[in-house]
């Protein structure tokens, strides 16, 4: 989070049987939401949470949100994002000495899950006890 700028998700997975119950935590500083917007959303502190129902295999669950249910939360969201990047790819240019293009390279960026903007919290169900899962 920078200042104001940005939302928190949260994903909430589903009762796995298990003894703890899953719930993700990340942020985001663009409007990335808003291809698949939550159901729910809450205000903490200031901050907007935009909570997210994640399936067993922890992807999240696409919602079909009616035009003016959208509108409300982008109205709730406001200035505090970005506008998203709708290239998907990224490249590498390099340049001559006299500005010229020299080579252009195609990067393509991998997400292995985790980083520095999201936790992972455990809780036991009879205890109450949280756990945080550090990312890598």
């Given at each position: 989070?920078?200042?104001?700028?940005?939302?928190?998700?949260?994903?909430?997975?589903?009762?796995?049987?298990?003894?703890?119950k899953k719930i993700s935590l990340w942020a985001s500083l663009t409007d990335s939401f808003k291809e698949n917007p939550p159901q729910h959303y809450a205000h903490?502190?200031?901050?907007?949470?935009?909570?997210?129902?994640?399936?067993?295999?922890?992807?999240?669950?696409?919602?079909?949100?009616?035009?003016?249910?959208?509108?409300?939360?982008?109205?709730?969201?406001?200035?505090?994002?970005?506008?998203?990047?709708?290239?998907?790819?990224?490249?590498?240019?390099?340049?001559?000495?006299?500005?010229?293009?020299?080579?252009?390279?195609?990067?393509?960026?991998?997400?292995?899950?985790?980083?520095?903007?999201?936790?992972?919290?455990?809780?036991?169900?009879?205890?109450?006890?949280?756990?945080?899962?550090?990312?890598?």
């Amino acid at each position: 989070m920078y200042k104001s700028m940005g939302v928190i998700h949260m994903g909430i997975n589903p009762d796995s049987g298990k003894a703890e119950k899953k719930i993700s935590l990340w942020a985001s500083l663009t409007d990335s939401f808003k291809e698949n917007p939550p159901q729910h959303y809450a205000h903490l502190f200031g901050k907007i949470i935009l909570i997210h129902q994640f399936n067993e295999k922890s992807a999240m669950i696409k919602n079909e949100v009616p035009p003016e249910q959208l509108e409300a939360l982008l109205n709730e969201v406001g200035d505090r994002v970005f506008i998203k990047q709708q290239r998907r790819g990224r490249w590498v240019e390099t340049y001559h000495r006299d500005g010229s293009l020299k080579r252009r390279n195609y990067q393509i960026g991998i997400s292995m899950g985790g980083g520095p903007t999201s936790i992972t919290l455990l809780i036991d169900k009879k205890t109450g006890e949280v756990r945080k899962l550090k990312s890598v």
